[in-house]
């Protein structure tokens, strides 16, 4: 592991780490650790607060991933520029968001950030998981049905990706961050499977 990707992953990180959800819901007076499911991510800032707060979460949170892979292509920064640096920001800051120092380690589920962190290194693969979120959620409902599917699209695209594209530009690092991205996703949203299994878990009644 070289300098420059220890330098990404701890950016990544502290980029993940910055509380947006938490910070937007204290402007507006709300403790959000102790409202709806006390989940500081865009969702349940959305049902909580309203859309404005909401929307503003999920990209701001989007943002950080996204500026997480990419912040060391700048010319101000004496980096080598190798676009692949972004694979260790891009789960950094997924982790930062998740577990985030600057908020006592108790953040949200990641995806939105993760989102963020795909556009700058696996444009195609976020946007073919888009599509699956979208075609899920106006299915079910269920943002975290939607959530998790999206997710298990990543390394469906990534294999295919892989052993069908160029062979001298494949890169068997984007397979394992896109199964190393599902699998945290689907592990953050233990809870809401347990809730969808019981039948308890909340569902979106019209639209966003």
Same mark, same amino acid.
């Given at each position: 592991?070289? =300098? ?37 991510? $865009? ?25 997480a ?22 789960? $950094? ?9 600057? $908020?006592?380690f !108790? ?32 299915? &079910? !409902?269920? =943002? ?25 530009s !494949?890169?068997?690092? &984007? ?16 809870e ?17």
């Amino acid at each position: 592991m070289s =300098v420059e990707a220890i330098a990404v992953t701890i950016v990544g990180y502290l980029l993940g780490s910055i509380p947006f959800g938490v910070l937007v819901a204290k402007k507006y007076g709300v403790d959000i650790y102790q409202a709806g499911s006390g989940n500081p991510g $865009a969702t349940n800032v959305l049902r909580q607060i309203g859309k404005t707060a909401g929307y503003s979460v999920f990209i701001l949170d989007f943002l950080k991933g996204l500026v997480a892979t990419l912040w060391f292509l700048l010319p101000i920064f004496s980096f080598s520029g190798d676009i692949t640096l972004g694979l260790w920001g891009l789960p $950094a800051a997924v982790l930062g968001h998740t577990l985030p120092l600057f $908020a006592k380690f !108790r953040g949200g589920k990641g995806v939105a950030t993760a989102m963020g962190g795909l556009l700058g290194v696996m444009p195609v693969c976020l946007l073919i998981g888009l599509v699956c979120w979208v075609v899920i959620f106006f299915s &079910t !409902r269920y =943002v975290a049905v939607a959530s998790i599917g999206f997710g298990a699209s990543l390394p469906v695209y990534s294999l295919v990706d892989y052993w069908t594209g160029d062979p001298d530009s !494949r890169q068997i690092g &984007t397979v394992f961050l896109a199964f190393l991205v599902m699998g945290w996703i689907v592990w953050r949203h233990q809870e809401n499977l347990v809730r969808l299994k019981a039948g308890t878990e909340n569902r979106f009644e019209k639209k966003l």
